[in-house]
């Protein structure tokens, strides 16, 4: 993975701190649902990570135990080691997560007390059903952005027809998720080697 040298000093630190705090009111379908804006901020406006960190950040979170929001911590990370090493790198982590977590903890417990005390409201029924075509957009322009990023070519028919058949089988059946993965894993195994 290759390595910036960037100089963050108060201000870029409080850039990013600001950037996150936005983002975090815009997750609305978590954190994930942002990552096309984040790699707009850290990679393509302010250079402050390369795509291999953002989608290195991305790739370890989803496949390591744990909250979905981990790739934030991670971009953190890499963005504090870019600007000067490990006390850099937990710097950043405190935060990009500070950030991403406290506007939207905030909002949610508040949202989710109001709403449950008039939850018979017609208002609050409508923002429910209306929320779910937004989340569905947001992960995936997220998938758009991380595709985009690698490179996808019309050589790569065979991923956007398994991503499609995936698709189809969530939708259409009751098959666990773990067994899908688990298909994919077999797949991706005999496919690459």
Request: glycine letters at 10%; zero cysteines.
């Amino acid at each position: 993975m290759s390595e910036l040298t960037i100089h963050l000093g108060w201000h870029e630190w409080l850039l990013l701190f600001a950037q996150y705090l936005l983002l975090s009111l815009l997750s609305i379908g978590g954190a994930i649902s942002t990552a096309p804006d984040m790699h707009r901020f850290l990679v393509e406006q302010q250079k402050w990570l390369t795509d291999a960190q953002f989608n290195a950040s991305i790739a370890i979170a989803q496949a390591a135990p744990g909250p979905n929001v981990l790739f934030v911590a991670l971009m953190g990370w890499h963005v504090g080691l870019n600007g000067g090493g490990m006390l850099s790198g937990l710097a950043g982590v405190l935060v990009t997560m500070l950030g991403i977590l406290l506007p939207s903890t905030t909002l949610t417990y508040v949202a989710a007390r109001w709403g449950h005390r008039n939850r018979e409201l017609r208002a609050v029924r409508a923002f429910k059903q209306g929320m779910a075509p937004i989340v569905v957009a947001l992960i995936l322009s997220t998938g758009w952005v991380l595709a985009g990023a690698n490179n996808g070519t019309v050589e790569d028919w065979p991923l956007w027809l398994l991503t499609a058949a995936s698709t189809l089988v969530v939708w259409h059946t009751r098959i666990h998720m773990l067994w899908l993965l688990g298909a994919g894993a077999v797949l991706g195994w005999f496919w690459l080697s």
